[in-house]
């Protein structure tokens, strides 16, 4: 049922926003005359190395400065890449990998090697479904690039401060995984590009009927800020991110 969704939803979603896809996609490619699309592997279920497609919103080899965590402020980002990415635009083009079955419409985040060799035995989890284009954390955490902004290394800052929750968060979402969950998440989700406040509300409601842990559901609501956190099966605070040990 849920491979059934995702194929009649993504069909759905990329008919209904392709007017706005196009014209991104030749602005992108106007501003520097380079290919508007960004080719980027993520990590899927299982393990397996797919190919995710983006709109590219970052100069071209971005990629290769080595930084996989991005700050709102970070010098790659074009000019069109901010309004890109202020609206998460460059995730609709996801919908083409979740109509060729490497992603979801929801679930857990895809992440790139360098961070899933980073995962506790706890975290491994993550990898036991498909990875999607929204869950918990994605709504959580929409203002990630913001969240990341004062920090000289914001590899390191997501490990610590986002990291944590959003793995947590994901794992909680594999034990609840159901259609109906899925349908709220999506809902809440478009409700976040009109009102991020609002959205938060809907899903630490929904964390509450869902009966998650009181942090998750603390979390939720951001009112508090993030503090460095051990990620979900360690007692250690990440240190160095380009070890996979703690």
């Not at 109509?99 to 961070?115: A, F, K």
């Not at 989700?189 to 842990?213: F, M, N, V």
């Not at 508090?224 to 605070?237: A, F, T, W, Y």
Request: aromatic share 10%; charged share 25%.
């Amino acid at each position: 049922m849920k491979r059934i969704i995702d194929i009649l939803g993504s069909i759905i979603g990329l008919s209904f926003f392709s007017p706005i896809l196009l014209i991104i996609i030749f602005l992108v490619w106007f501003e520097d005359k380079k290919s508007p699309f960004f080719i980027a592997k993520r990590v899927g279920k299982n393990g397996k190395l797919f190919k995710m497609i983006k709109i590219r919103s970052m100069i071209v080899n971005a990629h290769k400065t080595g930084v996989d965590s991005t700050s709102e402020t970070d010098y790659r980002i074009t000019s069109i890449g901010k309004f890109i990415r202020k609206y998460k635009i460059d995730e609709l083009s996801q919908l083409w990998n979740v109509l060729l079955g490497d992603m979801s419409l929801v679930g857990p985040r895809p992440n790139v090697v360098n961070e899933t060799n980073m995962y506790t035995n706890l975290e491994k989890n993550l990898l036991n479904v498909k990875p999607g284009i929204t869950d918990f954390s994605s709504i959580i955490f929409s203002d990630e690039s913001k969240i990341l902004n004062d920090y000289s290394d914001p590899d390191l800052a997501y490990n610590q401060l986002i990291r944590p929750w959003k793995s947590k968060l994901g794992l909680f979402y594999t034990y609840k995984n159901n259609i109906l969950i899925d349908f709220c998440i999506i809902f809440i989700t478009l409700i976040g590009i009109i009102s991020r406040k609002k959205s938060l509300k809907l899903i630490e409601k929904l964390l509450r009927e869902l009966k998650a842990d009181k942090d998750l559901v603390k979390i939720s609501t951001r009112r508090e800020d993030l503090v460095p956190s051990p990620p979900p099966g360690s007692n250690e605070i990440v240190r160095n991110r380009n070890l996979t040990q703690f």
